[in-house]
T-cell receptor, first 114, second 115 residues
Framework: QKEVEQDPGPLSVPEGAIVSLNCTYS??????FMWYRQYSRKGPELLMY????GNKEDGRFTAQVDKSSKYISLFIRDSQPSDSATYLC??????????????FGKGTLLTVNP | GAVVSQHPSWVICKSGTSVKIECRSL??????MFWYRQFPKQSLMLMAT?????????EQGVEKDKFLINHASLTLSTLTVTSAHPEDSSFYIC???????????FGNGTRLTVT
């Protein structure tokens, strides 16, 4: 079992739809959770960063973390064609010293159709 | 604004030549920078961790003599692909983080094509 699982999609939705992107993880030591958006031929752009269970909202984006279920989600409301990109989840373990690990999901390709 | 500047954004070189890619941290001093490689439709693969003033730490399977990393200052790290071959063609991306628990900020990447 991989440490971080992310459905690669592709996911295609109509403009205005609510999008739900998800990652599951197996290692309960992951403490910090991030979502990145990557446009084609560009570096990943940080969208959300959180470290506690619950919801965090930023504009049309909501990040949700459920540590008990080892599950994180990114919701996009009122999706726009400009949201079409690959979305990557990422997680950090950092328990001090050399015990640091950043792990990415494989990314989900999202297309929002006008 | 941009946190990380990476240059060049794309480069084409002939097989056997070397290519240098620069990564600059614009917002803060970075004692550690990370270099990733990404093949088409795949996720990011960590190549090495660049440490200011000391040797880089390479991931298993990454040839340190082929991918030379120099972190000469707190805001600049360079990756040199030596004696490039077509199989080195890829998207190379650097990243920095303010602290160990902070999220990574990425450059815009360098697309390397070796002919």
């Amino acid at each position: 079992q991989k440490e971080v699982e992310q459905d690669p999609g592709p996911l295609s939705v109509p403009e205005g739809a609510i999008v739900s992107l998800n990652c599951t993880y197996s290692n309960s030591a992951f403490q910090y959770f991030m979502w990145y958006r990557q446009y084609s031929r560009k570096g990943p752009e940080l969208l959300m960063y959180t470290y506690s269970s619950g919801n965090k909202e930023d504009g049309r984006f909501t990040a949700q973390v459920d540590k008990s279920s080892k599950y994180i989600s990114l919701f996009i409301r009122d999706s726009q064609p400009s949201d079409s990109a690959t979305y990557l989840c990422a997680m950090i373990i950092n328990s001090g010293g050399s015990n640091y690990k950043l792990t990415f999901g494989k990314g989900t390709l999202l297309t929002v159709n006008p | 604004g941009a946190v990380v500047s990476q240059h060049p954004s794309w480069v084409i070189c002939k097989s056997g030549t070397s290519v240098k890619i620069e990564c600059r941290s614009l917002d803060f001093q970075a004692t550690t920078m990370f270099w990733y490689r990404q093949f088409p439709k795949q996720s990011l693969m960590l190549m090495a961790t660049s440490n200011e003033g000391s040797k880089a730490t390479y991931e298993q399977g990454v040839e340190k003599d082929k991918f030379l990393i120099n972190h000469a200052s707190l805001t600049l790290s360079t990756l040199t692909v030596t004696s490039a071959h077509p199989e080195d063609s890829s998207f190379y991306i650097c990243s920095v983080s303010r602290t160990a628990n902070s999220p990574l900020h990425f450059g815009n990447g360098t697309r390397l094509t070796v002919t």
